[in-house]
């Protein structure tokens, strides 16, 4: 059995090398201060029975030795640390997006391009990879031994992480945070290949995630509030994704994936300047996947690559009309986002 997992990652190196000083600078001291102990037990210890102690001065030089020395190497541990850190949490700019939400007891993975999978993660090698991660239930931690990587998936929010697979294969997938009684059968694989399978993995592609939001945006009604000019009852959306957002109270909110999933699902929480929070909840009614594709869509409103703006609804209501009622169809999203 290997001692430790294969390297196939970028950052899997970085981390083994930290990892291996840190072993070592531990094993060379535990061996030092073993080794200095039994010398000095031997060397001191008392012979007659009346010998008497002598009194020894101290010395600044030494003190000064074994106060730097110490100090010198846990601040190169702390620089090396944090480099490592910032290489693993820093994402690419170019990273592909693939989306992951872990259930009792599993991982259902969404790629942009509409593929879904469970308990598998394909991808290409020699290109990075930023995994968006929430969870439907408890807390679970994403994790790829064999790519160095673990990221906790948390209720109610998104965490992310990134990596770059460096050679083709099958790699463990586990999840890391004690989840309930069948933890232990919550694994999958990751499977690294080259660009060109990769892409003839995705020539059965599916629906996108923005055109599957995009139909969700406009089944619950979204558009008739949030339209693409400023007459509607809820924000205009285009473009918003990623900008500041002043609120009510005279706060100010960066408009990310955590605000988009709170204003969808708690659409009071955030009431945006100038707008009504008429907004109902949605809370029950899309599920995390198709909150993500909500989210997705509105990531790519207004951008040149991206989805237009929604389009004006056929017959909206004036500004002062109250919302259309919670029932087959969920109302439109108005207000916070």
């Given amino acids: 059995m290997p001692l430790i997992p294969e390297q196939a990652s970028t950052i899997a190196p970085h981390v083994d090398a930290l990892f291996w000083f840190l072993t070592a600078l531990s094993a060379f001291f ?3 201060i073993a080794v200095v102990l039994l010398v000095f037990a031997i060397k001191y210890r008392r012979r007659a029975g009346n010998e008497r102690a002598e009194q020894v001065e101290g010395a600044l030089a030494l003190e000064i030795i074994w106060t730097g020395i110490p100090f010198v190497i846990a601040m190169g541990v702390f620089v090396w640390s944090a480099m490592v850190y910032v290489r693993i949490y820093r994402v690419p700019d170019n990273a592909m997006q693939v989306y992951v939400v872990g259930k009792q007891w599993m991982w259902k993975v969404q790629h942009l391009e509409g593929q879904r999978e469970i308990n598998e993660l394909h991808v290409p090698v020699g290109r990075p990879v930023k995994l968006t991660i929430t969870s439907e239930d408890v807390i679970h931690s994403f994790y790829i031994p064999a790519f160095r990587i673990k990221q906790d998936a948390i209720p109610g929010r998104y965490t992310t992480t990134w990596f770059e697979a460096t050679k ?11 989840c309930g009684t069948q933890h232990a059968g919550m694994i999958g694989s ?3 290949m080259e660009p060109a399978d990769y ?3 995705l020539g059965g592609r599916k629906k996108g995630m923005v055109a599957s939001g995009e139909t969700l945006f406009q089944q619950l009604g979204c558009a008739s509030c ?3 000019d400023t007459g509607g009852r809820g924000p205009v959306l285009a473009g918003l994704f990623g900008k500041p957002v002043k609120l009510e109270g005279g706060t100010t909110v960066v408009a990310d994936e955590s605000y988009l999933r709170e204003s969808i699902l708690n659409p009071q929480a955030k009431l945006v300047v100038g ?3 008429i907004m109902p909840t949605f809370q029950g009614l899309v599920s995390e996947d198709q909150l993500l594709q909500l989210i997705t869509y509105i990531k790519k409103l207004g951008q040149p690559d991206g989805g237009d703006a929604p389009a004006p609804a056929e017959a909206p209501k004036p500004p002062a009309a109250a919302p259309p009622p919670a029932a087959e169809h969920a ?6 986002t």
């Fill in 275 to 277: 707008y009504q929070g």
């Fill in 226 to 228: 949030h339209r693409a």
């Fill in 199 to 201: 892409e003839a993995w």
């Fill in 331 to 336: 109302p439109a999203a108005e207000g916070t």
């Fill in 190 to 192: 990751v499977i690294a």
């Fill in 30 to 32: 535990s061996v030092l």
């Fill in 168 to 178: 083709p294969g099958t790699y463990h997938l586990f999840c890391a945070e004690y």
